[in-house]
């Protein structure tokens, strides 16, 4: 299973951008679809995450600001970014887990999109 990512950029302070992530390949069902990031010298770190059904978490430093969605008939995630900061700047990755077939799973990882908030 392959995961595509689109939409990052430079934005100013304040500004939003939304990105996107379409999965494709063998998919039986996916469970959770999630964006995760890192900037440079950090950890990855998780951001936003949903389940098939709609539940959704958030990290604390984004909650408020960023809508994480997804569209179950297109396998595409959507990261709504409002109010971005410089302390958003990074590269986002989604995540993707589910099955190909009834008895084999998956997990994968998109490519990465780079998003940087600066005036």
């Known amino acids: 299973v392959q995961l595509q990512a689109f939409g990052g950029g430079l934005v100013q302070p304040g500004g939003s951008l939304r990105l996107s992530c379409a999965a494709s390949?063998?998919?039986?069902?996916?469970?959770?679809m999630g964006w995760y990031r890192q900037a440079p010298g950090k950890q990855r770190e998780l951001v936003a995450v949903?389940?098939?059904?709609?539940?959704?978490n958030y990290a604390d430093s984004v909650k408020g600001r960023f809508t994480i969605s997804r569209d179950n008939a297109k396998n595409t995630v959507y990261l709504q970014m409002n109010s971005l900061k410089p302390e958003d700047t990074a590269a986002y990755y989604c995540?993707?887990?589910?099955?190909?077939?009834?008895?084999?799973?998956?997990?994968?990882w998109g490519q990465g999109t780079k998003v940087t908030v600066s005036s």
């Open positions: 949903i389940t098939s059904g709609g539940s959704t």
């Open positions: 390949g063998s998919i039986f069902s996916i469970n959770a």
């Open positions: 995540n993707a887990e589910g099955r190909e077939s009834r008895s084999l799973r998956f997990t994968s």
